[in-house]
């Protein structure tokens, strides 16, 4: 089993930025991938980003996040950090952090990704 912790959530002006951190612990795999979903209320869960934790320059970014946000990781806190800055009301929504084992791709279906974070609330006011 993995477990996921997400963290650094809150409630922020529009323009502001956040970082927020997905913490593994538990079994680790030798090749896998992260990815940050978003659920905004009453829609579906979306992919904003993801990361190929055996090569960090893998990387996937939503068309709406490019440019603004962008993923590192931590190989010795096996730690997946999403810093988001020019932060806009839409992005508002409960974000998640997820893993898919296996070669890097992009995968954008949550239900393809085995383990989930509880999520972590980020509110952007107008």
């Known amino acids: 089993q993995v477990q996921l912790v997400e963290s650094g959530g809150g409630l922020v002006q529009a323009g502001a930025s956040l970082r927020l951190s997905c913490a593994a612990s538990g079994r680790t795999f030798s090749n896998y991938a992260t990815g940050w979903f978003r659920q905004a209320p009453g829609k579906e869960r979306e992919l904003v980003a993801a990361?190929?934790?055996?090569?960090?320059?893998?990387?996937y970014y939503a068309d709406s996040v490019k440019g603004r946000f962008t993923l590192s990781r931590n190989s010795f806190q096996n730690t997946v950090y999403l810093q988001m800055n020019s932060l806009k009301p839409e992005d508002t929504g409960v974000y998640y952090c997820?893993?898919?084992?296996?070669?890097?791709?992009?995968?954008?279906?949550?239900?393809?990704?085995?383990?989930w974070g509880q999520g972590t609330q980020v509110t952007v006011s107008s």
């Open positions: 997820a893993v898919r084992r296996g070669p890097w791709a992009v995968v954008d279906g949550p239900a393809e990704y085995e383990y």
């Open positions: 990361i190929n934790w055996r090569s960090a320059g893998s990387t």
